[in-house]
């Protein structure tokens, strides 16, 4: 399966400013706050390939279309960036300490973590062999479910930058499909039964 990292897609800020538009999950996380003040603020951090991914993107899309609160069982936030110049482990927890101070008036868990690094660790958290990534990108296109390999980040003028190796499609449609580039198979039905708990009408495909 091709993927293509950044879609060529540029929004503004204000998109969600005004009236919601009905199924259109972009709007839905940048309707969300602490969304949209965590990707304000991500160029402060001065880190490379910076951007917010993961639940906390593709969340809000399924909690509007439930009726629940945008910001619904969104547990943490998480940043990725992609710094090959300095892997240490000192530099990431530099980076995770000035995001603190950054983001110390947001009262949310915000994890930041330089995807340089994630093989490094994952096998021995996780069980599995991990291949090092190549920009946090592809980091985001190893989630174990097609439709969550989602993130955004803050571009020129004001505007966001849509990470989507998969596209939005399976979002919008509600579908849950293994991703065959995620290092951990297993992980999809784990996922797959967590997600259909909290959303019902998703099916996996």
Same mark, same amino acid.
């Given at each position: 399966?091709?993927?293509?990292?950044?879609? %060529?897609?540029? &929004? *503004?800020?204000?998109?969600?400013?005004?009236?919601?538009?009905?199924? +259109?999950?972009?709007? =839905? =996380?940048l309707? !969300? *706050?602490?969304? $949209?003040?965590?990707?304000e603020? &991500?160029?402060m951090?001065?880190l490379?390939?910076?951007?917010?991914?993961?639940?906390?993107?593709?969340? *809000?899309?399924?909690?509007?279309?439930?009726?629940?609160?945008?910001?619904?069982?969104? !547990? +943490?936030?998480?940043?990725?960036?992609? /710094?090959?110049a /300095?892997? %240490?482990?000192?530099?990431?927890?530099?980076?995770?300490?000035?995001?603190?101070?950054?983001?110390? +008036?947001?009262?949310a868990?915000?994890?930041? $973590?330089?995807?340089?690094r994630? @093989?490094?660790?994952?096998? +021995?958290?996780?069980?599995?062999p991990c291949?090092?990534?190549?920009?946090? =990108?592809?980091a985001?296109s190893?989630?174990?479910v097609?439709?969550?390999?989602?993130g &955004?980040?803050?571009g020129d003028?004001?505007?966001?930058v849509?990470?989507?190796?998969?596209?939005?499609?399976?979002?919008?449609q509600g579908?849950?499909?293994?991703?065959? @580039?995620?290092?951990?198979?297993?992980?999809?039905?784990?996922?797959? =039964?967590?997600?259909q708990?909290?959303? *019902?009408?998703?099916?996996i495909?």
């Open positions: 399966m091709k993927r293509t990292f950044y879609r %060529s897609l540029r &929004l *503004p800020f204000a998109k969600a400013s005004g009236k919601l538009r009905a199924m +259109d999950p972009i709007a =839905a =996380a309707a !969300n *706050p602490t969304n $949209r003040r965590i990707l603020r &991500l160029p951090l001065g490379p390939q910076a951007c917010l991914v993961a639940g906390c993107i593709w969340q *809000p899309f399924l909690n509007l279309r439930s009726g629940r609160a945008v910001a619904d069982q969104i !547990n +943490d936030y998480d940043v990725f960036y992609f /710094d090959p /300095d892997p %240490s482990f000192e530099a990431e927890d530099s980076a995770i300490k000035r995001a603190a101070l950054i983001f110390q +008036d947001i009262d868990v915000i994890e930041v $973590r330089n995807q340089v994630i @093989h490094l660790w994952y096998p +021995d958290r996780f069980g599995v291949p090092p990534m190549a920009s946090a =990108a592809e985001v190893r989630f174990p097609l439709g969550t390999c989602l &955004l980040s803050p003028d004001g505007r966001i849509a990470i989507a190796p998969y596209g939005w499609d399976d979002l919008a579908l849950l499909r293994p991703n065959p @580039h995620c290092v951990d198979p297993s992980a999809f039905a784990r996922k797959a =039964a967590s997600y708990q909290r959303w *019902p009408w998703l099916r495909a």
